[in-house]
């Protein structure tokens, strides 16, 4: 089966720094205005606030595409969904159809004009020769293309956000919370990843302490080398 | 004996039509004619890969895996 191409923000580490959108921006010299990913921080300066870098999220069945009159979203071979400046009429079904707000629209002005709809293309440009001058004026760079990742994933300092092929990505993800031993613990979380666990149970469920909260651990104690 | 013999011929000509329901089919057109429902455009390996689709997904997988820094150092 074909890759299906997807991005996952691990929220326990993201820092809230916004160099995945300042990353996506100089990749792909966009207009002022628009933002293909922005981060949003949940119960800011509260205890237990978190952050989440948000973009297209390349649905497998994408409501956008779904909804656009002209027709011009498509899913590429891989599952990244890809859409045609040259049929877009800007009408912005899209952005009200989309849950993450991700169609992003560079113009305001009389008679709601909006321009034409541009969003996170996986970094994968669209509907032109890959990597021509064309494909990068209208879509940006095409590092999918290239045999690289997002560049707001691959330059993440924290690694908060992966990108990549979906089973490999959600491995890391696993493998991180079995290691870290607490995870979101969201509705879900064992159909998508409930399999026989080699690195353990998640130990700390609910509002319990937390490995990380514990005096003396390893990861509070920096002199101290690990079992 | 006989009962037997075409209960299993009835199981085995029921048996491709139960099978098919574990097919899993692709929910989108793909690929044809150098398009993707309607849209010109090429493949992610055709440009710069010269259509080698195993060199293509094996780069990628490598940038996916150096997402893992646990592989560089396991804690």
């Known amino acids: 089966m074909a890759a299906r191409m997807k991005f996952i ?34 119960n800011d300066g509260i205890p237990g606030e978190r952050s989440v870098s948000v973009a297209c999220m390349h649905c497998t069945d994408a409501p956008c595409l779904a909804v656009c009159p002209t027709n011009c979203i498509y899913h590429t071979e891989d599952g990244i969904v890809l859409h045609s400046k040259d049929q877009c009429i800007g009408c912005g079904y899209c952005y009200y159809a989309c849950p993450f707000g991700a169609p992003q629209f560079p113009e305001t ?7 034409k709809m541009d969003k996170c293309t996986f970094c994968a440009g669209g509907p032109e020769p890959d990597t021509s001058e064309a494909e ?11 045999g690289k990742l997002p560049a707001c994933a691959e330059q993440c300092g924290t690694k908060a956000l992966l990108g990549g092929e979906a089973n490999q990505i959600a491995d890391i993800y696993r493998q991180r919370v079995e290691t870290r031993g ?10 998508a990843y409930g399999r026989p666990k080699g690195g353990g149970e998640i130990k700390a469920k609910g509002d319990l302490p937390r490995t990380n909260q514990i005096i003396g651990d390893v990861q509070n104690d920096p002199g101290r080398f690990p079992q | 004996m006989n009962k037997i013999r075409s209960r299993l011929r009835y199981l085995i000509l029921a048996l491709p039509l139960l099978l098919t329901g574990c097919l899993e089919v692709d929910q989108f057109p793909g ?9 010109e455009d090429q493949r992610h390996f055709q440009a710069r890969f010269h259509g080698d689709r195993l060199a293509w997904s094996a780069a990628i997988q490598n940038r996916a895996m150096q997402q893992n820094e646990y592989n560089r150092a396991n804690p």
């Open chain 1, 136 to 146: 990068f004026k209208k879509y940006g760079r095409n590092r999918i293309a290239e």
């Open chain 1, 182 to 191: 607490y995870g979101p613990e969201l509705w879900g979380w064992k159909i």
């Open chain 2, 31 to 39: 690929w044809l004619h150098g398009e993707y429902a309607g849209k």
């Open chain 1, 9 to 42: 923000c691990d929220t326990e580490r993201c820092i809230d720094c916004n160099g995945c959108v300042t990353a996506c921006k100089n990749e792909h010299e966009l207009a002022w205005g628009i933002n293909r990913r922005r981060v949003v921080t949940i």
């Open chain 1, 109 to 115: 002005g009389m008679f709601n004009h909006r321009g």
